[in-house]
């Protein structure tokens, strides 16, 4: 493992000096209360990236999969429906759980490149007006396919349908790297991991509930322990756990939190949607195209690009790594060997983002796709100047 | 933090400076094949710590808690029952997470401090003509107490009573620190996480599933998916797990069964024996009393130590750390004011815990204990000394 | 290698934590104003910690060698004659260093165990009515004897004789563990390394220039290029070094100084003063004697004990290291088999210190000699304890 | 400090992980065996990596600078003459080195950008009849000006005047990077320093001295004591160091020339050639030139790159750093302001140096340069694309 180039996995991300010495910790007793210092501290800078003044933190020894079962197993009870779009790999996942949960799930089949249908949402919750959906399932930005979902809009449809179905959204790869409003979108349910745009190893569920899914946990009867929020609720009041915390991965939070919030939420997003164009510019250069089918559902932190037709994407994934050590993402699911991905989230700069279109192209020529080196890292090149230019007349 | 003094809390242990360094790790790409370099060999070397020929290994990013939770989400449904004995504050807690997973326990209250009663285990379940109990849940080493059971027994009493039950235990702070066999005893399920014997970070629960156990997850319909083994097993045949794995840890792992067996397990449980006895020593020297009653249940991992009667124990783990940095463990629920615990697991040498020791006559001393000083330090120390002449005499 | 204890040789000392990782630093460029935001304040944070107003404080990629040969170099010309005490391995090694530099030793005989005399200095300095004397050396703190010595009679010699020499001191084993006063003692160069007060890894020689040695650097015509202090001075007004600086070091050195200002000075010396008491009353509970003849010479950075006539004290660092893997320091020189030596400054706590006294009893008690286990570690516990006791009074 | 983007600056070098793990490193007695077994180790891979079999190698806590000190203070006394080259800043500073210790240097003023005129070195040495000349110094690689010389033809040279000066070779931005033969070029002292092909940060003076150096030593009086070579090889000899050593540089130095060795030092100087090869194709396709003046003398491990008249060079290292934090090296002594360098020696990619010249384009662009984005980049890529189709079919 030579670990010299960075990875351009849509997650985990390129681990900052800063953050690996954080997490890279001695141990501690976490039923003293140095380790309320490190707890307290930590969710209280989630809660600020998540633009919310009361959503209550909840963090699990856990990945994103463990925090999509706690927003299921608190407020849920078998037999519950649920309304959800499947419209990628993870999306279909987070269905294919409520299902092995014993929930009915809704499923509205959304083209693969497409945002969430916030209309077809209106429609069925306005004509569900015995209100047998209790929660309506939303991935903010699917990783499979680089696509963004308007939540606002989903809020909207709520309101429009006059429906309380809870809102639980996925933000996996979306939250502490695009805006992401808890209180102004009217979230009940958050979810993401440590290792996407908070840059840690993974590890951590990190969950945000509001005090109606709060209120719903006294009701759902799906089993939980290990995913209690209640349990955990009872520990952290007493500067602890239910059993034994991941401290270093949340004082990796805590120093995380602590970067985004000195950098500027507004500069963080900008940050990643400046590296993103530039990604997206390379992209037309190389004459190829998104699978996101639209410039609004762009993400701006991964990009799944489309190889022409008879060509295994996935070749590309295979010959990076082998030939220049170099790690992109596979396509998933119904996607499979049809996309490659450029992760471009979490610790990145453009220069280091320069480096895998460079990367990208000398795969794609070897493997014999009419690629012109050097275009794609011109026209990002190009953007890239043109941002900082664009800045200095602004400060000007 | 000032990490100058070592932990005596029962887990997470002191981390070796190998192990930190292995889990301190840059991000790779964990669909590749580097991740199975790692992932395997981990699984591998976990089996050979449990003396296991053919335990399937899975291996979550969460705790011992999120073991116990894949051992019933498994292998069990909504109804079943299980029996279990209530001999401290962890086989409670399992009890407890049985009771709200819908299962039925039949519970054998245990004086706390004495082992696992087998024999009632036997009467138990030869009673159970029926075979309504589908699994029987041992605590290998009650961490809360201090005392050690002995899983034998209660394979002799399933065997003498014909029954079919599976074993599950919790080996959460035994594993890796004293003799657990696996196939010998015919456990169908052993728990423990990765911050004990390991002496890694905490964040992962390690299971060990038998073949019957393997069997039983396809007909137990309690519900699962991040805790589920099936979709473990799919993805480790394909170098992958169905969610993002916590690489570092695994890394870690790895590198701590690579310790473990190079130093040879006997060797790892002699170590932990001896510096076990050495506490003992001391606590005899002090005229003080284990929370464990007799010997053949005296843990190698962690001593409960009884206070007088009328004294907060509680007072000695809190001035400990306030007045000389050092963190011991405090009572748990019966026990809670009654006893303090001495973690001497995982990474530690007799001089380690010969500083552990005096610290805690200086802050007995200091809180009105009649303690001599340096009575306890002087009888680890000649019990260790002998040890070492012993090992001269035996060698020459 | 297991680095599971502490160390107790008279330095390198036991890194924290924080300074391990402020040492271990990607690569910067040295020639950026980065390495300036670094540089200036490790060098201001050195000249408070000298109590120095006006130092000038020159760092080395180098050891204390380094430094010695630095004050030499810098400020002295072949033929010139230095005065100097000669009580230990490490003055003596400082005068052999100035004979082969072609300088003339004025040798004050003094026996090993005696602080510098600096009446005697008094005496030859005012003979020296020809100022034939260019400097005066004078090792603060012999750690090969565990002396300390009065700088500021030395000084007071210097003005009785209404000498000019210049005044350079070693203070390797005592500056940031034990009161340095570079400006009231009027010392002209001021030495030491980054492994001992400063809890680094060896690597730097760390010296401090008044204005008067400043000067004398015009006229010294000893070689030196590696070591000048005016190609040094030139780099720093650049923010640079006049060749490649340890980068990772001095970001050591900055956060060390951090460390010890927020702690304070005061309570630093106090803290070494404590713990060096402590080892004492244990040294006095063997029945064993310093090699420091009388308490004011007691250094509080490390202690060298005697051993019994016919006994060979350096069995008792080799037997300690292999049989229980701690590091004390043998005798060296005059006093070699005579003495062992335990380090105790640094980072260090009471802690600690008990079990590097608890060791030695186990191995001396194994290599025979009279020693009752539990004694000095009995009597070190008392004085710890005494002295919360005193804190805690007094602040009431 | 954000660490994110590789630095291009002629060493210190990139660290690689392992490193840096190797590096940091908690204290051990440096008087104890186990120094030994970091100790001999390194100094036989560093003989291995410098194709010697019977060099001596003492390492010092100290930089190149320290070593060429090493060299003259060692084998020299002080009206000695030397014979040197002057083409660069780094052959200028080891002159004024042997200027202020008092030896006569015979200068060889040679354009910069040109190699060391062994044609002349040969007329000289063959009319230095009196065998005046007690040197020749040659710098191998001249990091000023990126000029490689020819150290067989300086070897030739000496041979065929059949004159017995000493050969002294600066190998510090070549050892471990480019081919080096102690033995078959007659090298008598090459000094080298951690942080250049040996990827540690800085703090070693590394050197190898023949066994005619060695006898050198017995009639050389230059004062030295922290560069001695026979206090070290006394030290040596116990497993020891004259005084501190840097224990932990010294550990990652062993494993340095543990991953050169296995990489194979053939391989080592391959991939740097071809990373070089790419970052020259660059600088054609930007239609500049390098200041090393043909191709013989192209050096491996750094380019100066000559930019336009009239323009300030040293525009493009502020830039970099400043708008994206990349860091290139500056032009020092006659060519500052006419050039700016890339490092590409040590631990890097063509990966990572690609992105170093995508880097440099946007740079130049931004100053006005007339740089076609891409063009170096491509120009890179297609050589380093062609380089992995050749081995395939070499290996085919």
């Given amino acids: 493992m030579s670990f010299q180039n960075p990875v351009f996995i849509p997650g985990p991300t390129n681990i900052p000096e800063r953050l690996r010495k954080a997490c890279d910790m001695p141990t501690i007793d976490h039923r003293s209360p140095l380790f309320g210092q490190i707890l307290h501290p930590a969710r209280e800078g989630v809660r600020r990236v998540l633009k919310s003044d009361s959503a209550q933190i909840f963090i699990f020894p856990s990945t994103g999969t463990g925090g999509w079962e706690t927003a299921l197993s608190n407020c849920l009870s078998a037999g519950d429906t649920v309304l959800a779009a499947r419209n990628g790999m993870f999306s279909h996942r987070w269905i294919d759980m409520c299902q092995r949960h014993g929930l009915g799930v809704e499923i509205v089949e959304t083209p693969w490149g497409h945002g969430l249908p916030a209309d077809r949402y209106e429609e ?62 009217g979230v009940d349910v958050a979810v993401t991991g440590s290792q996407k745009g908070f840059m ?60 985004l919030l000195a950098e500027g939420l507004d500069n963080v997003f900008a940050r990643h949607h400046r590296i993103a164009e530039g990604v997206r510019a390379a992209v037309r250069a190389w004459g190829l195209e998104l699978c996101a089918v639209s410039p609004e559902v762009y993400s701006d932190t991964v990009s799944a690009i489309r190889t022409p037709e008879g060509f295994n994407a996935t070749d590309i994934v295979s010959h990076a790594a082998s030939a220049y050590g170099v790690a992109f993402g596979t396509g998933l699911g119904e996607v499979a060997g049809k996309v490659f991905r450029i992760g471009h989230l979490g610790s990145l700069t453009d220069v280091m983002a320069l480096s895998g279109l460079a990367t990208a192209e000398m795969v794609m020529a070897d493997l014999g796709l ?9 026209a990002a090149q190009d953007y890239y100047r043109g941002c900082r230019i664009e800045t200095r007349k602004a400060a000007a």
């Fill in 124 to 185: 069925i919750l306005t004509a569900d007006t015995g209100h047998r959906i209790k929660a309506v399932l939303a991935t903010h930005n699917e990783t499979a396919t680089g696509v963004k979902s308007d939540i606002a809009a989903v809020r909207r449809a709520l309101d429009a349908a006059g429906h309380p179905a809870l809102l639980f959204v996925d933000g996996v790869s979306s939250i502490a790297s695009m805006d992401f409003r808890f209180d102004d979108w």
């Fill in 200 to 259: 840690l190893p993974p590890g951590l569920a990190i969950t945000a509930f509001s005090a109606k899914a709060m209120a719903a946990t006294d009701t759902a009867t799906l089993p939980r322990t290990f995913f209690d929020v209640k349990d955990m609720a009872k520990g952290y009041a007493n500067n602890a756990y239910p059993y034994t915390p991941a401290v270093g991965l949340l004082n990796g939070l805590n120093e995380a939190c602590g970067m």
């Fill in 370 to 378: 009419d690629i012109r080196l050097g275009s794609g890292v011109a």
